[in-house]
Nanobody, 118 residues
């Protein structure tokens, strides 16, 4: 059974930082591309970042490029998202996604809320 459990969300001030984690189980994490997506209030689900199985390929959306860093620990089956220089428009529910198809609900965790506000 695939499980993805996000943590690390919370309230941050503009310009602040948060680090999200996603603990996974039930599949071969080390062989799997992983992604982060977010549900922004008033908008649809949007892709944030992806990372290849061996971290050899990494991509970011234009909205977060230069501020967010995706990484993974294949020994701990855990995915991370380091978020710096946070902006109010980064507010939303952040999802860890197994694979690249962010619209597949069965491949997403329950999400963690990130709120950026002064």
């Amino acid at each position: 059974q695939v499980q993805l459990v996000e943590s690390g969300g919370g309230l941050a001030q503009p310009g602040g930082s948060l680090r999200l984690s996603c603990a996974t189980s039930g599949f071969e994490f080390g062989d799997t591309y992983m992604s982060w997506a977010r549900q922004v209030p008033g908008k649809g689900l949007e892709w944030v970042s992806m990372i290849g199985a061996a971290s050899s390929i990494i991509r970011y959306s234009d909205a977060v490029e230069g501020r967010f860093t995706i990484s993974r620990d294949n020994l701990r089956n855990t995915l991370y998202l380091e978020m710096n220089d946070l902006k109010p428009e980064d507010t939303g529910v952040y999802y860890c996604v197994k694979g690249l198809k962010i619209t597949d609900r069965s491949s997403r965790g329950q999400g963690t809320q990130v709120t950026v506000s002064s």
